[in-house]
């Protein structure tokens, strides 16, 4: 099968006037219609960066994409004209951004928000689209529809300025949706309501869904692969299931660790990461990791370690990946290896 999305060697660097920021390094990752792929990372790894460079949104100046081919449905984004782009965005790729005050014109009606991308993309009247966002806001739970569609943003509490973004999203059906931490200014039950709508919507119109997130409860509910980046690469990648019963690389066992569990023996303390990510102005050649792993050794400072299968369909980019995965049931369950 032929995929949805294929990104190869993506590299997206921000020239400041402190230096030149590497905010992705050559990543490469597909996405199959009906896919959802989970993108984990702490901030300033890149997850967002990679969202908008797909998009054709990095900010130039300073941003700028330098390298890659980003391939949906066959065609290349980076050579379509910004025309083209438009055309694009919206009816067949949509991206839920992750701050709904500054993502929204405070000078428009939600109305006129959601209808102007029904209006040029399904060529709706201005009374079909009025009809079409208030089903929209009923499906994303906006109490009132009615009478909250002529109303503007700052009417609208942070949580229900995200769902009007969702909402926006996902009006033209799009094929897919680049999910920026949607879910984050939501109260749990309509967390579980958002993304029970995400999943139906791609069982209808077999969409891919790239779902960046800090959250790995959510990734564990929702994604069929997870790629984990760090310091602007992928640094894991694998099908959910594999990814959490076997990681590979000491940045995702890390993440998992500091992971409240219910199965742990000890529940009272949870074991962070220690330090901080890497600058990415003047990014380590080595392992970007190493300051910060518990299983470094001469040869993580020596060369960076390349992407390479460990086992089928699972990559990590470690040199002692063999010694993490025997790890595993300490992630996992808090016993002894």
């Not at 119109?205 to 690469?233: C, E, F, K, P």
């Not at 993440?255 to 600058?279: C, F, H, N, V, Y």
């Not at 990791?289 to 518990?294: D, K, N, S, V």
């Amino acid at each position: 099968m032929t995929p949805l999305l294929d990104v190869r060697g993506l590299t997206t660097n921000f020239y400041t006037e402190d230096g030149i920021v590497r905010a992705v390094r050559n990543v490469s990752f597909h996405v199959m219609p009906g896919e959802t792929l989970g993108v984990v990372g702490e901030s300033g790894c890149g997850k967002s960066i990679t969202g908008l460079s797909i998009m054709r949104l990095v900010p130039n100046p300073p941003g700028r994409i330098d390298n890659g081919e980003i391939l949906f449905e066959g065609r290349d984004l980076l050579k379509l004209s910004d025309h083209q782009m438009r055309d694009v965005r919206g009816l067949n790729i949509s991206m839920i951004f992750q701050d709904p005050m500054t993502s929204l014109n405070p000078v428009l009606t939600v109305e006129r928000q959601i209808g102007e991308t029904l209006r040029r993309h399904k060529g709706l009247t201005g009374k079909q689209a009025r009809a079409r966002a208030i089903e929209l806001l009923r499906m994303v739970g906006i109490p009132y529809a009615e009478q909250r569609v002529d109303e503007y943003p700052h009417q609208f509490s942070g949580g229900m300025r995200q769902r009007v973004m969702i909402a926006i999203a996902l009006s033209c059906n799009p094929r897919l949706v680049i999910a920026d931490e949607p879910t984050t200014a939501l109260d749990v039950t309509i967390q579980a309501q958002i993304l029970e709508l995400m999943k139906s919507m791609q069982s209808e119109h077999r969409s891919g869904l790239i779902l960046i997130t800090h959250s790995m409860g959510v990734v564990a509910g929702m994604a069929d692969r997870v790629q984990v980046m760090y310091a602007g690469t992928i640094v894991e990648t694998a099908t959910t299931e594999e990814l959490f019963a076997n990681p590979r690389h000491p940045y995702t066992v890390g993440l998992m660790q500091s992971i409240p569990r219910l199965d742990a023996r000890d529940k009272t303390r949870l074991q962070p990461i220690r330090g901080l990510p890497p600058e990415l102005i003047n990014p380590p050649e080595a392992c970007p990791f190493a300051p910060r792993c518990a299983y470094v050794k001469k040869a993580c400072h020596d060369a960076r370690p390349p992407l390479l299968e460990v086992s089928r369909g699972h990559m990590s980019a470690c040199w002692f990946w063999d010694e993490v995965s025997r790890e595993r049931s300490v992630v996992l369950t808090g016993a002894p290896a």
